[in-house]
């Protein structure tokens, strides 16, 4: 880091310090990203030249490109936060999809979005089979087949395996 930057009698050093080091993160990773999209604009100049070794006469530009799916990130717990803070506002138990719905939300992705929506449920039925796991929630099977899940009871047996237990904790 370079402390010569920031003047000794600055008003705020800490936070210039920060934002020193946050820009020079962006800065590493936009660099970063750059040499990672020439590589891509090689590839695909190879590509395209190996396309006119078959067919001289193939426009590749008239090419169209193939969509790539946009991904949903989350920083690892960011789901489980979510499942959560859902399962606490209820004021019974809720289904994965009304989890969902309120996690969509939460993070701030549209509702109406089929992919997104499909994308995100998959990640909280997989966090709700996790916790029901661990002992941490449980889940209840209505006539119509859907399972409601709610936070177990705090004297509720936990159910981490024999693998995943503190040492020394008997």
Request: charge should be positive; hydrophobic fraction near 40%.
């Amino acid at each position: 880091m370079e402390t010569s930057l920031i003047p000794l009698d600055a008003e705020k050093p800490r936070l210039l310090h920060a934002l020193v080091r946050k820009r020079a993160e962006l800065a590493g990773l936009i660099e970063y990203k750059r040499g990672a999209l020439q590589e891509k604009v090689a590839e695909l100049q190879h590509v395209d030249a190996t396309i006119r070794l078959f067919n001289e006469g193939l426009d590749v530009g008239a090419i169209r490109p193939k969509s790539v799916p946009r991904r949903q990130p989350a920083f690892k717990g960011v789901i489980t936060r979510h499942v959560f803070d859902a399962l606490r506002e209820a004021d019974e138990g809720l289904t994965c999809r009304e989890i969902t719905q309120q996690v969509v939300i939460a993070r701030g992705l549209d509702p109406d979005d089929y992919d997104t929506f499909q994308i995100i449920l998959k990640r909280v039925r997989a966090n709700l089979r996790d916790q029901r796991n661990r002992g941490v929630l449980t889940s209840t099977m209505l006539p119509d087949g859907s399972l409601v899940w709610q936070v177990a009871p705090l004297d509720a047996p936990c159910r981490i395996s024999d693998s995943r237990k503190v040492k020394g904790a008997d």
